[in-house]
Structure formats: C-alpha cells, structure tokens
C-alpha cells in the first residue's frame, strides 16, 4: 500500500485541501502561511499570503522553511511531531497560544524545528495526526513499497502538465533530474520500447517498465549469472553457494539462502520454486541484509557488565550551543539533539544569573542564556528516549554558594531517584559500577568535597582548589582566566552539591605514577586536546593503562571558536572514555563518532577491545606490532559501482562526475586512504553520470590494530579546476564490516540517509602474512 492509498483518510485529505498555520520564529515573528500537502505526495507548499488571480506565488525554500519530502524517505527527514508547547520559541509564546492549537515539526540530524500554530483545535490535529500517519506509513513499507512508492515519485515529478502521461520531452527532462546525460537516439530507444500502446507518451505502469529498463545493472547481473545454472534465477543450493563461497556465510548458510528467498523475492511463482530472480537478487544485495554493517551488530550484542571505565562512552561538548562558541546561541534542542543521537555525556556550564536562578551558557562570551533547571528538566524527559545506559552530566560550576545550592535542590527535586547519589552497596568501590548497574540512572561529574571514604578533617572546609578544566590543558582559550592568575586560587563549594558527586569526582592529573598510587577509581580528569595527544605520543602505554582504572575526559582546544572538532580516533586509541565533540558541527569528526556509536544499538556505550581493559597491558598505539597477540589483518575493496548519486551541482545540465575515496582511521599505522585513480565509466550510451557509473577500482589496506580502525567511504563529484564537491559518505568500524558483495547506503554530510543513494562493492578480509 502506497501514498496513494491512504488519500481517503480524513486528516490526508484536510492537509491536502489546505489550511492557514502560524508559523512562528520568535516571539516577535509569527506570520499566517497557507498551507497544503500537494496532490504528488511530495511537498508541502505554502504561500506568504492569498494572492489575487494571476498573480499566486509559491515560494519553495530549504527544509527548515518549507518541508520538501518524499514518503519514501519522510522518516528520515520528519522524525515526529510535538504537540502544545514543546520548542523553546512555543514556550515563550504560551500565553498569546493556547497548547492545544501549538505543533512543532522535528527534523532527524540538525536541522532547525518548524514551530507552527493552527486556528482550530481540529485543524491543529488534522496535521498532527496526518504527518504521525505519514510518517508511520513510511516507516513499515517493504522493500517493495519503498521502490514502487520511489519510482512513482519520478513519474510525478516528470509529469509537468499532470495528465498522467509522460510524453518524451518529458522523459529527457526526467534524465536529468535523475543525474543521467544519455545520447537522445538511445533515450528514445529505451521511451519506445516501455510505449506499448505506441501512444508516444508512457502511463505509470509503462515508466514502471522504462523505470526497469534503465536501471538494470549489468554489474549485478554478472554476479548472478555466476552462480545460476539456467541463467534465470538462483535456486536454493545455487544461492546457498553465493553465500558460503562469496558472502562468507559458512554457518546455516541454507537456512539464511530460504529467509532471504521469503523476504525478497518478488515473484510467488519463483518463491514457491524455492529459488530467487534476478530481481530478487538484486532486492537483496539493496537491503540491510545485503549492507556492509554486519546486521547483528545494529543491535545490542556487547558485555554491559563491566566497569564504566572499560567502555567508549559518546560524549558532547559545550552540549547547550547549536552554533559558535563566541555568539551562538544556547538552546535546550541542542540537548534534545544530542541525546536522541545516543549521546551519554553532556556538558552545562553553569554561571550566577541576574534574578538568583543559575544559567547555562558560555561564560565571557556573547551566546545566549537558559535556565540550569530547564536543563535539567529536558535531560530528564529525554535522556532516556534513545539508550537505557547512565548519563553522565559534566558540570562546569562557576556559581556563588547560594546558586550552587538551588542547583543541588534543582537536581534533587528534578530528578529524584534517577540521580545516583551513593554508592550501590554503599561501600567505598574498588572499581567502577558498569552501564547494567547504573541503567536509568544520571550521574553528576563535578568537584567534591573530600571523597568517598569517611575522613575527619572532610567536614572541616568547604573549599576546593579550582581545578577547572585548563588546569590540565592548554592555555588557549579566549574566554577563560589566565593560568597565572588561577593557580592558587580556591573556591567555595556548597556541601549540598558536593553530596551530589559519587562516581565522577573532577580532579587535576598529576601524572600517571602518581595515579597509579594515589588515585581512586571515581577520581577522573579532564585534559584539552593538545595535552591528551602529547601524553599519547609520549607516554602511550601508560595511558592506556590509567584507562583501565579510571574515566578520562578530552575536549577541544580553546581556539576552536567556530565549534569545530579535534579527530577522537586519537583519543580513542589510548582508551580516553569521554571524547567530548561538538555535536553540532557535521564533518569528519563526526562521521567517526557517528560510525563507532552506531553499533551495539546505539546505546552510546561501545565496550573497548579486550587489550585496553587489562591494567598491565603493554599496547602503545604508536607500536601495535608489540602487542602480544598481534593479528593484522588485510583488507581489499572492490569499488564497483554508484547507485542515484545526488546531484551537488544544481546548475542547469550540470551532471555529477564521481569518484569514491577509501579512508583508514585508527593507530598511526593505520592511518590511510586510496581513492578510485580512474574516471568512472559508464555504458555506451550513457555519458557522465551519477545513475550507475561504474569504477571496479580495488583498493587494498593492510589493518595492523582491527579493534580499533575505523573505514570511512567517501564520495565526491570531481572537479579538476576547484576542489571536490562532497556527494556522501558512510563510515563503520572495521570489525563490522561484512566481507562479499555489498551496498553501502550513503549519508548527507549531517548524517541524514539519502536513498536511494549507495556504493556497490566487493570487500575481502584475510590475514595478513
């Protein structure tokens, strides 16, 4: 069932019939927009205000401004819909709108939220419940569904004068839109063969047909042909030796060859036959059971009981901006953003405010200022939502005493029984408790008082050496004190929110040898990214070791006033549990946070190779060689081919011109990267081209630490006269790869899918001798 079935739905058919909507961006900024779910399932369109005849505009904008989607992919781009006063900017209009008429559109990735207003509770529901159904609807579609509502989507968007026919001027147009330059002669030959009624124009089920023939794929093809006897379909031994001899699927490898014939293919005929088509084939090879990442591996699959400090822990820095670190401004959503995202440490810097209530945001700097307590508040309702696993809350406190103890009356009051504030067995620990145990539960990260164990001279003082951050880093920062002026400088700490702190006490890092005797487990560090980076060049070995023991925090350098990010594989590779990164900043950096996090069912704790969890370890990333049980491992690509790569260029008869880069992540060793060195080709008839181009480029590696790289694939449209223009990209940890035939589904610079967009390759793995 498609779109098109759902139409006679009531709440459908309002939002196509149109409604007038608020759209509010401030408290000063609310303006009546039209608007209407367009008949091709497609769009949202709105207009700024009724226009007379002949003079109706329609104004087409971003995402953030207009809502442009197919339903194929709706749940990638509209993740859900808030009723009432749920966005900061509704909040702050709550007394000029009632909730019932409020409704706020959120977006997957980073895109801004559309906070609109109806003018009838019916009218508000109507579209609440209209995209929840859409939304729903995309979300269980088939593979099936998927393609048929895909290819539905071209003949709408080629269908200019909507008479439900495509004439060829229409066709070539549609070409283009679909990243496709072919010579007119072959176009033409390809409109007349799907013309079966010689009409000279095509209805949707004839495109269905020219749909097929110009996608098909003479690389998968090959493939099949290998292996099938009759050269018409796989039966089910045929496809059971694909699987052991290509996919490296030696165990119930007849058991998977009968599921995948049940799910994929499309032909009850074939099916009952016990064998696969080709189009089933190709259905599978597309799916996620024919994808890189090992599908196991999606969901939770890893040792949860260990102490805290064995794990990886996804960790955000400055979480409260969603810009620069100088003037951006400070919003609860980047807390939202962060924790839907897996994220399981967030940052609040917490600062006196004018009318007695603590604020968060970057102290000597422009950015804006909210409330600690509305904080707190939103890390309660949604710090859960997307992994069970403790939040870790890093509190940079600059407060008086007087708001440190609202603070502590906040967190208490707030949180109640989800703050962890004792030990579990209420005895002093040796180790650290692991994520199972803290399940459901927040830990606050800050100085204390003393520590665990019961001292006498503990009640004497209540102040601490300032131990801030830079104490152990870098002197960079423009927005803090000058180290000089630091150094001996002490602070008043509330009892009250020195109680708070259990696990995660803030200390300064004195050296390894003196963690070594002195520390506590509980005790952690923070160190800047230069100072962590020079202690893993200098001392590797050690701090892998003090890893095992103890949490470790790395942030960005001061400088990075534009929230961008160091590289964490770094950090990583020395087993630092807490990579602060700025969420809000897409690139690299995050793509490997993005890649390791994804497994385990993105939970935001990834437990660390068994090498960096044994206390007397001797792994120095900086010599994997000299590891005990040293493995390296070879690792060879196949690049094959690209699939619907999205045009970057929007110029008028611009045409992508691909090529894909392989890139390594993780010891020094292993840092590395190959890209396809010859253009792509294509059939005879088909010049440049992001429909299909072809490479069958092999690129080879040789992986020295497995554990702990991570391969990151990117494509880009080649341009010999300027730099690259970025398509997609993917990126996965090496251990969760799957070797044979396979696709690799490409993500938006911001970590959105964009089907039906991917790579088909071929990857072995294979010790290396």
């Known amino acids: 069932m498609t779109f098109y079935c759902i139409q006679d739905d009531p709440d459908i058919k309002r939002m196509m019939a149109g409604s007038t909507l608020r759209k509010v961006k401030s408290r000063s900024w609310k303006k009546q927009r039209h608007f209407r779910l367009l008949e091709d399932g497609l769009t949202i369109w709105y207009k700024s205000k009724w226009a007379g005849k002949g003079h109706s505009t329609c104004k087409f904008e971003s995402l953030c401004q207009l809502i442009l989607f197919t339903f194929v992919s709706i749940m990638v781009i509209i993740e859900t819909v808030r009723e009432g006063h749920q966005s900061e900017i509704l909040l702050s209009t709550a007394e000029e709108f009632p909730a019932d008429l409020c409704f706020t559109l959120v977006f997957h990735g980073r895109q801004g939220n559309l906070d609109l207003v109806a003018e009838s509770l019916e009218e508000a529901q109507a579209w609440i419940q209209g995209v929840r159904k859409l939304i729903h609807k995309a979300e ?99 496809l059971e030796n694909f699987l052991r001899t290509e996919q490296q699927e030696e165990e119930q490898s007849t058991q998977h060859a009968k599921q995948l014939i049940e799910s994929y293919e499309p032909s009850e005929t074939v099916k009952k036959q016990g064998a696969m088509s080709l189009e089933g084939f190709q259905m599978y090879l597309c799916s996620q059971d024919g994808s890189i990442f090992k599908p196991g591996l999606l969901e939770l699959y890893q040792d949860m009981s260990q102490p805290l400090s064995h794990y990886f822990i ?48 970057h102290g000597h700097t422009l950015t804006s200022k909210i409330l600690f307590k509305d904080v707190i508040s939103t890390i309660k309702e949604y710090g859960f939502r997307a992994s069970d696993f403790p939040i870790i809350v890093s509190l940079e406190n600059h407060c008086g005493l007087e708001q440190q103890t609202l603070m502590a009356q906040h967190l208490t009051q707030i949180l109640g029984d989800l703050l962890q504030t004792s030990t579990l067995d209420g005895q002093v620990p040796q180790q650290l408790p692991s994520p199972q145990e803290l399940k459901g ?168 190779p068994d090498f960096m969890r044994d206390g007397n370890t001797h792994f120095c990333p900086e010599k994997p060689e000299e590891r005990r049980d040293y493995k390296p491992r070879r690792l060879s690509i196949q690049v094959i081919s690209g699939q619907q790569l999205p045009k970057v260029n929007q110029k008028e008869g611009s045409i992508v011109d691909p090529l894909v880069r392989v890139e390594i992540y993780g010891v020094p060793q292993d840092q590395a990267k190959d890209e396809t060195t010859q253009r792509s080709t294509y059939n005879s008839h088909v010049l440049f081209s992001g429909f ?78």
């Open 140 to 238: 269980t579609m088939d593979e099936q569904e998927r393609l048929d509502q895909w290819v539905r989507d071209w003949f709408q968007k080629a269908d200019k004068n909507k008479d439900g026919k495509m004439n060829f001027k229409e066709v070539k147009k549609l070409l283009k839109m679909m990243n496709v330059e072919m010579n007119e002669e072959h176009a033409y030959h390809l409109f007349k063969m799907a013309d079966k009624s010689q009409s000279d124009s095509l209805e949707i089920e004839q495109f269905v047909h020219f749909y097929k023939i110009l996608t098909q794929r003479n690389e998968v093809w090959k493939v099949f042909q290998d292996y099938s006897g009759d050269g018409e379909k796989l039966m089910l031994e045929e």
């Open 314 to 361: 996804s960790s955000s820095h400055n979480t409260y901006l969603l810009e620069d670190q100088l003037r951006g401004q400070s919003s609860l959503e980047a807390y939202i953003q962060a924790l839907k995202r897996g994220c399981r440490c967030v940052e609040v810097d917490c600062w006196d405010g004018s009318d007695g209530e603590p604020v968060v945001y």
């Open 441 to 608: 539960k927040i830990l606050l990260k800050a100085k204390k008082i003393g520590g665990l164990e019961k001292c006498v001279d503990e009640t004497l003082t209540d102040e601490v050496s300032d131990e801030e951050e830079m104490a152990n880093g870098d002197e960079e920062s423009p927005t803090e004190e000058p180290q000089a002026e630091k150094k001996n400088k002490k602070s008043k700490l509330s009892r009250e929110l020195s109680d708070l702190v259990v696990y995660c006490k803030s200390v300064h890092f004195h050296g390894f040898e003196h963690a070594h005797c002195h520390a506590k487990c509980y005790e952690m560090s923070s160190f800047s990214e230069s100072k962590a980076k020079k202690l893993g060049k200098e001392a590797g070995t050690e701090f892998v070791q003090y890893n095992t023991r103890q949490l470790s925090r790395t942030y960005p350098s001061g400088l990075r006033t534009d929230s961008s990010n160091y590289n964490p594989q770094d950090m990583w590779n020395v087993g630092c549990q807490i990579v602060a990164l700025n969420f809000q900043t897409a690139g690299l950096e995050m793509d490997l946070n993005d890649g390791l996090f994804k497994q385990n069912g993105g939970c935001g704790y990834i437990l660390k």
């Open 692 to 769: 299909n181009p072809v490479w069958n480029a092999t690129l080879n590696f040789v992986i020295h630490t497995p554990e702990l790289a991570l391969v990151r694939f990117v494509v880009e449209d080649y341009d010999k006269a300027s730099r690259n223009d970025f398509i997609g990209q993917f990126t996965l940890p090496f251990t969760c790869i799957q070797p044979g035939y396979r696709h690799i589904h490409l993500l938006s610079k911001d970590g959105m899918a964009i089907p039906p967009s991917s790579l088909f390759v071929n990857i072995s793995i294979s010790d290396y001798e």
